[in-house]
């Protein structure tokens, strides 16, 4: 146990499995393998599996994507992490390929690969193409193909391990957001579940929905709620596709009040599908959402801070829906 | 792989005749290029040797010179701000050492008349240059990085995605890959209308690797469209030396199996990158199609933004700490910065007798001068109207805000 950054734990939980299976590879581009930690032995996947197992390519996620995909089907496990700048290059071999061939081998295909994909900062500046969050709408929809976006160290370890041992194709997405985040991680390997949602806070006043780097503007607001009096129910969804519904309808029947929280686009964000399973469910709730409005992120600061969706915008509307 | 490093290897390089005769011009004229590359596919001139830049008027010679200074000192003063002024907040890629490829290139087009009549360009994410080039207002483009209401974009662009329609400047892309397909459906327009105008595409070395590299030269080279693919090879595609993604020396050889000219220029003599663009850009106007240049560069920074530069020295040595694939070695840098693209181009003219020592002096101190107003300009317009981000998303209306819920 030490407290460890996002990547470190991330990149823990890869060396371990590569260690296990002599056969697995991994592609980047950009973004070396290489994370360091206070206190503990720096992790380089490049220079300690060599490059023919760990190779930096051009700048092409298609090929970063297909290879991986190729590799799943001739039997080895393999992973990409693929920049946010290149997030929906690969989305074909994602969507018909690796989300359809289960499907079309009848149930043959062998996929024992995860594609890692960088959601951006939500950087002021960066403008249209570098601070879009939206790729959590994009690979969520997709069937066949497990979407995961943990928002803690200890939670990416734990289902980076799990993606890499499950069987199916698992989109991996990885919100740069949380880069800084450090916290508790254990040493050894362990697996975290990709079909469970976890609940932060526990209460029964409202129920807050969201993932990746939204939690800790959630988690931020309702500290400050719970302050003000009132009791959140802050549920962290880990995974996209699966969705668990299990435990959002738990929540929401006892709080009645469902508030989600998206920095990707409003249209379709995760969000609508939470608030659309619940309502299939449960009766007499209310419903709101929070979601980054449906225009491409400008990149003047004014604009672009205003515009994205923060834990304020969360006390202020969970206030006005308990009230 | 070894000698892959040594692809820019001056000493390496076959010359062709005519590339011999063009050194032997500058050698008479007492210009700064020491080296010239040369192309496996060489150009029929039917009797003239290519050397386009003997036709240029004094005007438009010093008119180049002005440009080059124009870029160079446009970044060079927002390096500094970077690292000087705690309230810029401009996010620049910067283009320093690769001056005359925009400005040769962009000599060779047409400027002027919107969409429909000038020649398009199209660029990446280093947009400074080609936007200069083209003929971009300085001002409003500084405004822009800065993210002003005033700026050429009306702050939604910043850096990387800065364009102007009306000189034909088609964009600034942050992404590796879709620019020169989009630039090639330009073209493809173009000759369906029967306008004359020519598309340009610049990209850097990193942009060989992608799929898109091929789907353009494939269609335009089947189509014959008015398309020409500049790559700017600086050695380095954000981290990573282009020996990580290519496995050839020369990236113009990747023009020989569309059956289209690959050209080799260097990239830091601006005549000569004039002469092989004039060649590229009256082939496509004449309908025959496409043409691949790579002109061998060099940037004198990182791949982003100032680290390992100092406020008032040209180019950056120090330590990059995103530079994790690949170290640009301080030697390196400054080898290249022996052949400056200012110096080489100040040196020819000054060897043509088109300007003098003073004269080039005074043309260098004025562009100092105007760029700093347009930077001071820049520093008073208003910032951007949070609300108005909800604007532009459709020509029409604007968009619902949702961030409150």
Same mark, same amino acid.
Do not use: T
């Given at each position: 146990m030490a407290r460890k950054s996002f990547m470190y734990s991330v990149l823990e939980a890869v060396q371990y499995e590569m260690r296990e299976d002599k056969n697995m590879i991994w592609i980047f581009e950009l973004t070396p393998p290489v994370a360091s930690n206070p206190g503990r032995p720096v992790i380089n996947l490049e220079t300690e599996f060599g490059r023919l197992r760990v190779v930096n390519t051009g700048i092409d996620e298609n090929w970063m994507a297909g290879c991986v995909l190729g590799a799943g089907l001739a039997g080895s496990k393999a992973a990409t992490y693929i920049p946010y700048q290149g997030a929906c290059m690969p989305f074909q071999m994602i969507q018909n390929h690796a989300g359809k061939l289960r499907s079309m081998t009848g149930g043959d295909a062998s996929m024992p690969v995860v594609f890692i994909m960088e959601m951006t900062g939500q950087t002021a500046g960066f403008a249209g193409q570098h601070s879009d969050y939206e790729i959590d709408t994009y690979y969520a929809h997709i069937a066949g193909v497990k979407t995961v976006i943990p928002s803690t160290p200890a939670d990416a370890k734990g289902m980076m391990a799990s993606a890499i041992r499950d069987p199916n194709p698992v989109v991996f997405l990885y919100a740069a957001?949380?880069?800084?985040l450090v916290e508790e991680v254990p040493d050894e390997q362990y697996l975290t579940p990709l079909d469970k949602a976890a609940v932060r806070t526990t209460g029964s006043d409202i129920t807050i929905v969201s993932s990746g780097a939204g939690m800790p503007e959630v988690l931020d607001a309702a500290e400050k709620l719970q302050k003000a009096g009132m009791k959140v129910e802050a549920i962290d969804l880990r995974s996209l596709k699966p969705i668990d519904t299990e435990t959002l309808v738990k929540s929401v029947q006892k709080t009645k009040r469902l508030l989600t929280f998206d920095q990707s686009y409003y249209t379709l964000c995760p969000g609508a599908e939470v608030i659309a399973r619940v309502a299939e469910n449960v009766s007499g709730a209310k419903f709101k959402r929070i979601a980054f409005p449906d225009a491409p992120p400008p990149a003047a600061p004014e604009m672009f801070n205003w515009m994205r969706p923060n834990a304020d915008h969360i006390v202020a509307a969970a206030k006005k829906f308990v009230a | 792989m070894a000698n892959r490093n040594d692809a820019h290897a001056r000493d390496a390089q076959q010359k062709s005749p005519s590339a011999t005769r063009r050194n032997f011009l500058q050698g008479l004229a007492g210009a700064g290029a020491a080296i010239s590359f040369s192309s496996?596919? =060489?150009? =029929?001139q039917q009797g003239e040797i290519g050397y386009w830049a003997k036709d240029l008027t004094d005007a438009q010679l010093t008119n180049m010179f002005s440009t080059i200074l124009r870029i160079r000192w446009y970044e060079r003063t927002l390096v500094d701000k970077m690292l000087t002024d705690s309230n810029y907040r401009g996010y620049n890629h910067f283009y320093v050492g690769q001056e005359a490829v925009a400005t040769g290139v962009c000599a060779a087009l047409k400027n002027t008349g919107g969409v429909m009549e000038a020649d398009l360009i199209y660029s990446t994410h280093r947009p400074s240059g080609h936007a200069i080039a083209k003929g971009t207002d300085i001002k409003k483009m500084a405004a822009e990085y800065d993210f002003r209401a005033t700026g050429l974009n009306k702050g939604y662009a910043g850096e990387m995605h800065i364009s102007d329609k009306s000189i034909g400047f088609m964009g600034a892309d942050g992404m590796i890959g879709p620019g020169p397909v989009i630039a090639t459906g330009s073209a493809f327009a173009i000759r369906a209308r029967g306008s004359k105008q020519v598309v340009v595409n610049f990209g850097g070395d990193g942009t060989y690797a992608t799929p898109h590299f091929h789907s353009a030269l494939n269609n335009a080279a089947l189509l014959k469209l008015p398309f020409i693919y500049v790559i700017?090879?600086? !050695?380095?595609?954000q981290y990573a030396h282009y020996s990580w993604s290519c496995p050839m020396k020369d990236i113009a050889e990747a023009a020989a199996p569309y059956g289209i000219p690959g050209v080799i220029v260097d990239g830091q003599d601006v005549m000569q990158v004039y002469n092989v663009a004039k060649t590229a850009v009256d082939r496509a106007r004449a309908g025959q199609g496409p043409t691949l240049i790579e002109a061998k560069t060099y940037r004198y920074y990182n791949h982003w933004g100032a680290p390992g530069a100092k406020p008032g020295e040209l180019g950056a040595f120090g330590y990059d700490p995103l530079a994790i694939s690949s170290f640009r070695p301080e030697r390196e840098v400054r080898d290249w910065m022996t052949r400056d693209p200012v110096d080489i181009c100040r040196n020819t003219l000054i060897g043509w007798k088109v300007i003098d020592a003073a004269k080039a002096a005074a043309m260098e101190a004025a562009i100092k001068q105007e760029v700093l107003d347009a930077v001071a300009w820049a520093d008073k317009q208003p910032f951007c109207k949070p609300?108005?981000? !909800?604007?532009?998303?459709?020509?029409e209306g604007s968009v619902l805000p949702r961030q409150f819920g």
């Open positions: 957001g949380l880069r800084e | 496996k596919i =060489a150009n =029929a700017e090879n600086n !050695l380095y595609h609300e108005d981000g !909800l604007k532009n998303v459709f020509v």
